[in-house]
């Protein structure tokens, strides 16, 4: 594990009880479906495609840029779509309407 200051320690910490927490209750909901934890320091696209096989699947957060713009930006979901040896799943959060 990383050399991290307390406080750096302590969101590590809660930030991975909480995601342990979340996969947990997927986990249970399907038993047959095999998941792996892993925090890890560094440039997040090159982390996620590290050690990919074609029959992985890569679940990755998105924000609704557009396409040029993702590019721009260095994307992590565009990087991974267009690196990853396996299929990719983008997943966007709902926005809910301003009324």
Request: charged share 20%; aromatic share 4%.
């Amino acid at each position: 594990m990383l050399e991290l200051d307390p406080v750096a320690a302590s969101w590590y910490q809660d930030a991975r009880t909480d995601l342990a927490d979340r996969v947990g209750r997927w986990l249970e909901k399907y038993p047959g479906v095999t998941c792996s934890i892993v925090l890890r320091h560094g440039d997040c696209a090159s982390l996620l495609l590290q050690g990919l096989a074609p029959d992985d699947l890569v679940v990755v957060g998105g924000r609704r840029h557009q396409p040029v713009m993702g590019r721009l930006l260095h994307s992590v979901p565009d990087t991974v779509l267009r690196s990853a040896p396996c299929p990719v799943m983008v997943v966007h959060a709902h926005r809910h309407a301003i009324a």
